[in-house]
């Protein structure tokens, strides 16, 4: 394997790991909580605001 090819491989690996992060932001299935989102004061005692928030960057 090419040092091409292994970059290659680096480059999808963490494209596919990012969009599996950001599916679940982008699909709303994510409610508030402590460690996975963005957390701020005013996300997090705002549920609508929450989703909002962690959907457009999720959806990008």
Same mark, same amino acid.
């Given at each position: ?5 292994? *970059? ?6 963490? #494209? !596919? ?7 679940? !932001? ?13 957390? #701020?004061?005013?996300?997090? *005692? ?15």
């Amino acid at each position: 394997m090419t040092p091409i090819d292994k *970059s290659l491989v680096t480059v999808l690996v963490v #494209a !596919l790991v990012i969009a599996a992060i950001a599916a679940p !932001l982008a699909l709303r299935k994510v409610p508030p909580n402590a460690i996975y989102g963005y957390r #701020a004061r005013a996300t997090m *005692s705002d549920d609508a605001l929450w989703f909002d928030t962690n959907a457009a960057p999720g959806a990008a």
